[in-house]
C-alpha cells in the first residue's frame, strides 16, 4: 500500500484524485476520473479514494470491490429488469387456466406455446418472482447497494472532514466557477465574510485562505436513501415467514359456517348478513353530484360476522367442538382483528339465490290457481317432495348456476345458486308415471307438450356473499420506517445543496472559486451579493466557456 | 514514529479492514440464505412429493359404496388414489368414467379410490353419481376443510399415495385413461 503524500504535507491513501487536504489533483491518478483529458476538475466523491479500487489482495477484497463497482450494480439493474419483463410473457404458473388440457407446468407451456413455451418453462420463467434465481438476482442488488454505499460514504465523509481552507492553486482554477481580481484590500475580503455570514455560510480562515461552506448535510442524502431502501429490503424478507405475514382470501355466503384459511383450521366465519348501503339521494348534501353521477354510490360495504374458535379436534374434517369469540361487523377500511389476524371487507356478489317456491296448476287454467306449493332450498335441496294435496315432486336434475355447455347439454357453471335451473318429474296424485318439465329462471319447458300439470316460480328469497382478505402482517411498521428513511434521505439530497466557495489570496489580488453539487445558479447569486460593492471579479462559468 | 510503529499501525489498518469487509459480506450473505431458505419452505405448506399424506375425516355420500366416513389413515397399507372434484368441473367430469372402469380391477389388487367432492349441494352430486354409477367413496367437504388442508387450487387435482401413507404423485388436471392406469400401478401394494 502506498500512501501518497502531498506537497502540503498531508498523506493521502492509495487512489486519491484530488488530495483530501489541500486538493492539488495528484500526479499518476488523473485519469480516474478522467480529469487528465478536461480542463475542470471531476469532483465526484470530491476525488477522495474509492478504496475498492485499489487493493485486490485476499478473495474477500476482490468480492467486496466486484460488488463495489456501480457499473456491476447496474448491470444486475438490467438483469433482474429483463428477466421480469420475460417472465410476464406468458401467465405464471399460478394463472394456468383452469380449463386447460393438463396444467401441470412441464406440459401446459409446451402444448400451448410450443418451443417458446417449453424454453420458458424449461428456464423457470413458469414460476419467476419466487425462483431462487430471480430472488438471488433481488439479492445481488440489495448487496450492491449496500457496499457500494459503505465504499462511497466512508472516503466522501473524511476528504470532507480533512479538506482545509488553503487550497492549492490547480484545484482553484481549475473549478467550474473561477475569476481572478488584481487587487483587493482587507477590507474588501472581510466585508465579503460578514456577508458570507449573513447567507448562513460556515467560514473557516487559515492565514487568509478562506472555505465558506453550507449544506455539507445534503451530501448525506443518497446513503440515507439507501439506508431506506434496505429496510424495505429488510422488510419484505421477512414476509416469507409465515409467522409474520399471511394473506389468504375466503367468500363467505350469508348463513354459511366455514373454516378461516391460513389458520390451521383453528377459527371459523359465520356470515350474518352482508349489506351495501347507498348515498341517499335526496340528501342535500349530495344530491347534486349524485344527480351527476347519474347512478347510485354505495355509501357502506359491511359484513356482520361471527368468529368462532374450534377446540381442538384430532383429525381435519371430522366435526369440530366450536366455541363463539366475536361478533362484530367488518366495514371496508374498518377490519376486524382478533388474535394477530385482520379480516377485511374486500368484495362481494349480490342475490344468488336462497331458496324458490313453486306452484302447481292445471297447464291450462288462464286463472292459474295453486292446486299444490312447495319450497326447494337450493344450498341443500330434498331429491322427494311429499305435497299436502297429493302431489309428489322428484327433482331429477338440479343445476345450480345453469348453461348450456358445448355440446348443448344442460349443466351447471359453478357450485352457486346464481341462475338455478331444474328438471322436475311432477307425479299427479295417484298417479306413477310422471310428467317432466324444466324449470329456471324465465324458463318453463314442457318435455312432451302433452303435459296436464304445470309447476310455476311463485317467490324466492335470496342472499349475497362477502369476500374477504385474511391478512397476518407484523411487517408494515418496518414498510413504513423504511419509505420514511427514505423520504428523508430524497429531500435531504433533493431540497440541500453543499456549496463552497473558495477565497485564495494570491499576491496583492485573491482567486475566487465555488462548486456545488447542483443548483449552479443558486450559488452565483449568492456570490454576486457577497461581492457586491467590492473590485472582487465575479466568477465566470468554466464549463460553458469549455463547450 | 519509527519505520516499526508505522509498519504496525499498516498491519493493523489491513486486518480491520479485512475484519470488517468479511463481517459485512457474512452478514448479507445469511440473509439472502434465509430469504432463499424461507421461500423454499413456504412452498413446503403445500404438500409436495416424498410428503407424508395429512390425515383427514368426511362423510362418505355415495349410496353404492357401504362406508359412512371416510378416514385416510384407515387406508395404511393400501394405496390411495385422493381425487378432488366437482360436477360442475367439466374436466373432472371425463376422467370419472376411467377412474369407475379401473376400480374394480385395482381395488382387488390393494388400491382405494378416493373422490373428494367439492359441491356445495349433496343432491347434484347424488344425481351425478347416478349417471355414471359410481362405486368407490364419495367424502363429501363441505365446509372445504380438506381443501385447505391440501391446498387444492384449480380442479381437478388428484394425489397418489402408497401404502406407505407417502405422496407418490400429484396430477394437476384431468387423466387419460393409460395414465391413470399407470399411476394406480405405480401405488399398488406388492
Not at chain 1, 431462487?132 to 445481488?140: G, R
Not at chain 1, 361471527?306 to 377446540?311: E, L, S
Not at chain 1, 366455541?323 to 394477530?340: A, T, V, W
Not at chain 1, 348456476?401 to 296424485?429: H, K, M, Q, W
Amino acid at each position: 500500500m502506498n500512501k501518497i503524500k502531498c506537497e502540503c504535507g498531508h498523506v493521502n491513501p492509495e487512489g486519491t484524485v484530488l488530495c483530501e487536504a489541500c486538493g492539488k489533483p495528484i500526479e499518476g491518478n488523473q485519469h480516474i476520473d478522467g480529469n487528465d483529458k478536461k480542463k475542470l476538475l471531476n469532483m465526484r466523491y470530491d476525488g477522495s479514494a474509492r478504496r475498492s479500487q485499489t487493493y485486490n489482495k485476499s478473495i474477500i477484497d476482490k468480492i467486496w470491490s466486484f460488488f463495489s463497482s456501480v457499473k456491476v450494480g447496474v448491470w444486475l439493474i438490467v438483469v433482474t429488469l429483463i428477466a421480469s419483463a420475460v417472465g410476464s410473457i406468458f401467465p405464471q404458473e399460478m394463472y394456468i387456466p383452469a380449463d386447460a388440457a393438463s396444467r401441470d407446468p412441464a406440459i401446459f407451456y409446451e402444448d400451448r406455446y410450443g418451443i417458446f413455451g417449453l424454453i420458458f418453462y424449461q428456464l423457470g420463467f413458469h414460476n419467476l418472482y419466487s425462483s431462487w434465481w430471480y430472488m438471488i438476482l433481488i439479492a445481488l442488488i440489495g448487496i450492491s447497494l449496500v457496499i457500494c454505499s459503505i465504499d462511497r460514504v466512508v472516503p466522501l465523509y473524511k476528504a470532507l472532514k480533512l479538506q482545509k481552507a488553503k487550497r492549492h492553486e490547480t484545484f482553484i482554477n481549475r473549478q467550474r466557477l473561477y475569476s481572478e481580481s488584481e487587487s483587493v484590500s482587507k477590507e474588501e475580503i472581510q466585508q465579503v465574510k460578514e456577508k458570507l455570514k449573513k447567507q448562513r455560510y460556515k467560514i473557516r480562515d487559515e492565514d487568509g485562505h478562506i472555505l465558506a461552506e453550507k449544506g455539507r448535510f445534503s451530501r448525506w442524502g443518497p446513503y440515507v436513501n439507501h439506508i431506506g431502501l434496505i429496510v424495505i429490503l429488510l422488510a419484505a424478507m421477512l414476509r416469507f415467514t409465515p409467522l409474520l405475514y399471511m394473506d389468504e382470501y375466503v367468500w363467505v355466503r350469508e348463513g354459511q359456517q366455514l373454516v378461516i384459511p391460513g389458520t390451521d383450521g383453528e377459527y371459523y366465519i359465520e356470515n350474518k348478513r352482508f349489506l351495501l348501503e347507498t348515498h341517499d339521494e335526496n340528501d342535500e348534501r349530495f344530491k347534486d353530484s349524485l344527480a351527476k353521477q347519474g347512478e347510485m354510490v354505495p355509501s357502506n360495504y359491511q359484513t356482520d360476522v361471527i368468529i368462532y374458535k374450534a377446540h381442538e379436534s384430532e383429525v381435519a374434517g371430522a366435526e369440530p367442538e366450536l366455541e363463539k369469540i366475536i361478533e362484530s361487523d367488518i366495514r371496508m377500511n374498518k377490519p376486524l382483528k382478533f388474535d394477530g389476524y385482520t379480516l377485511y371487507q374486500a368484495g362481494y356478489q349480490l342475490n344468488e339465490f336462497t331458496n324458490m317456491s313453486f306452484k302447481i296448476h292445471e297447464t291450462n287454467d288462464s286463472e292459474e290457481e295453486a292446486l299444490d306449493s312447495f319450497t326447494i332450498n337450493l344450498t341443500s335441496p330434498e331429491s322427494d317432495y311429499e305435497l299436502d294435496n297429493g302431489f309428489r315432486v322428484v327433482v331429477d336434475q338440479y343445476y345450480p348456476d345453469y348453461y348450456l355447455d358445448d355440446n348443448g347439454e344442460p349443466a351447471s357453471e359453478t357450485n352457486y345458486p346464481r341462475n338455478p335451473a331444474f328438471v322436475l318429474l311432477i307425479y299427479p296424485p295417484g298417479e306413477v308415471t310422471p310428467e317432466v318439465s324444466f324449470i329456471g329462471i324465465g324458463r318453463n319447458i314442457d318435455a312432451t307438450g302433452e303435459n296436464q300439470y304445470k309447476a310455476g316460480i311463485e317467490d324466492f328469497e335470496m342472499h349475497n356473499v362477502s369476500g374477504l382478505t385474511v391478512r397476518v402482517d407484523y411487517t408494515l411498521p418496518l414498510f413504513i420506517i423504511g419509505a420514511a428513511i427514505f423520504m428523508i434521505g430524497v429531500s435531504q439530497g433533493m431540497y440541500w445543496q453543499h456549496r463552497r466557495i473558495w477565497i485564495h489570496p494570491k499576491q496583492k489580488g485573491v482567486l475566487l472559486a465555488a462548486h456545488t453539487n447542483k443548483n449552479w445558479f443558486g450559488v452565483k447569486s449568492e456570490i454576486e451579493k457577497a461581492i457586491a460593492g467590492t473590485t472582487i471579479k465575479m466568477v465566470e462559468d468554466q464549463q460553458e466557456l469549455d463547450e | 514514529m519509527s519505520l516499526e510503529q508505522i509498519k504496525k499501525r499498516k498491519r493493523n489498518k489491513k486486518r480491520n479492514r479485512l475484519i470488517f469487509r468479511t463481517a459485512t459480506l457474512a452478514v448479507l450473505l445469511i440473509a439472502v440464505v434465509f430469504a432463499l431458505v424461507s421461500n423454499f419452505q413456504k412452498d413446503k405448506t403445500i404438500y409436495s412429493v416424498g410428503d407424508k399424506a395429512p390425515d383427514f375425516q368426511l362423510q362418505q355420500i355415495n349410496n353404492n359404496n357401504e362406508l359412512e366416513t371416510v378416514r385416510l389413515s384407515d387406508y395404511e397399507g393400501k394405496g390411495i388414489m385422493l381425487n378432488f372434484w366437482a360436477t360442475y368441473c367439466k374436466p373432472c367430469e371425463a376422467e370419472m368414467p376411467y377412474m369407475e372402469k379401473l376400480y374394480p380391477e385395482y381395488n382387488e389388487k390393494g388400491i382405494e379410490i378416493i373422490a373428494v367432492s367439492l359441491d356445495a349441494t349433496q343432491l347434484v352430486v347424488n344425481r351425478f353419481i347416478d349417471k355414471y354409477e359410481l362405486t368407490f367413496p364419495i367424502p363429501h367437504d363441505t365446509r372445504g376443510q380438506v381443501m385447505d388442508l391440501y391446498k387444492v387450487g384449480p380442479m381437478p387435482s388428484t394425489f397418489f399415495i402408497n401404502p406407505e401413507g407417502e405422496i407418490e404423485d400429484i396430477v394437476e388436471g384431468a387423466l387419460t385413461l393409460e395414465r391413470l392406469e399407470g399411476h394406480l400401478q405405480d401405488i399398488q401394494p406388492n
